[in-house]
């Protein structure tokens, strides 16, 4: 039943999750949102991580503060023209997953970018620390985006990845002419490099069970040159259901998280805005199917990461032998993409794509059909490599 009342919504949480959320239903739904209340305690730490973004995230947050590189750039962001793939693979040790430049992403701080949008008078703020949003808020629907701490991990579904940690580090040198994410693979797993305005952030991800913490903080140290600040351990992991009581929905990392690699959780968070948006703002779907369709998007996610495993890096060592033996179970959709791409010219499934409004075969998940193909040759792949 269709219900045209303007809503009234909270967010519990500003960290990228929060402010992602607050910035799509501000943005895509005016017609339908009355008010959005943005409840967040000064004492509960931001993620350090969650510097990158993809082009839709990007366009949500330059549409909300009217960005620019030059003299507006409250959220330092970053220009992220793509992502440089080194040591990946057995065949080329270097090659560029390029973005289109008419759906460039960006890079920035997330910190700043909570600041900026707490302070932006856009929506209501309430400095309180919340710890049971249902009995504590008064609102018609409830986001609840307090982050991976304090889960109750038999509500979980574990997603499968060869990495739980991650050591962090920033040097205040500027790399000129870096204008998209460096990830490096090494023997241990692999590396983000992110350009910041004031300098350069370092991200060395590995698995704990295969690499000691002291072991990885070596190798990064002597890799990259850099003095490491924090470390992380994580779990990647789903939602059995992204419903909380009657009111509430999980999104950021109180709803899933993905390892880093292709901007996976900032993909995840806008994904679950947009596709609760119709339960939401109208009472068009169910939560059954909302779940059904999230879900699916995350373990889409999760293959697409897992094929970049499955070809290995230069290195031959424990993780990368670990990382090609994790079950890799494509689904339809991918294959029929993956052979569309082996099948097709860059030049020709792009031609298509822009002729067509929504060819079959044109997307997986957040990635187009000439993403899939540009990092497949890349990695020198062909329709000769069986993905199963």
Known sequence: MINNRKKNIAIVGAGNGGCITA???????????????????PDHPIEKVGQGSVGSGSMLINNFFHLNFQDHNIVQSTRKEGIMYENWGKVNHKFFHSFPQSSTAIHYIPNLLSKAVLESGVFEVVEKKITDPEREIDSDFIFDCRGRNNRDPDLYDKIINPLNSVILASKDEIIPDLFYTRTVATPNGWTFVIPNVGGTSYGY????????????????????????????EFDNYVAKTFFSGERTILNGNRAAFLEPLEATSAGIYEYIAEMTQGYVAMGLDSKENCDAIIRKEVFKMETFVLWHYRFGSKYDTPFWDYAKSLPFNPDSEFKQVFDY????????????????????????????????????????????????
């Not at 040159?225 to 470390?231: A, I, K, N």
């Not at 997307?363 to 040759?377: E, F, L, P, R, T």
């Open 23 to 41: 910035l799509h239903y501000h943005l895509e739904a005016p017609n339908e949102i009355d008010k959005i209340t943005i409840y967040h305690h």
């Open 205 to 232: 991800l590995y698995n704990n069970t295969i690499t000691t913490k002291e072991e990885a903080t070596a190798d990064f140290t002597e890799r990259f040159d850099v003095v490491p600040s924090s470390f992380i």
């Open 341 to 388: 791409c082996m099948n097709n010219s860059y030049h020709d499934i792009v031609r298509r794509t822009c002729r067509e409004r929504n060819p079959v075969n044109s997307m997986y998940s957040q990635w187009n059909s000439w993403s899939v193909k540009n990092w497949a040759d890349g990695m020198g792949i062909d329709k000769t490599h069986k993905i199963l």
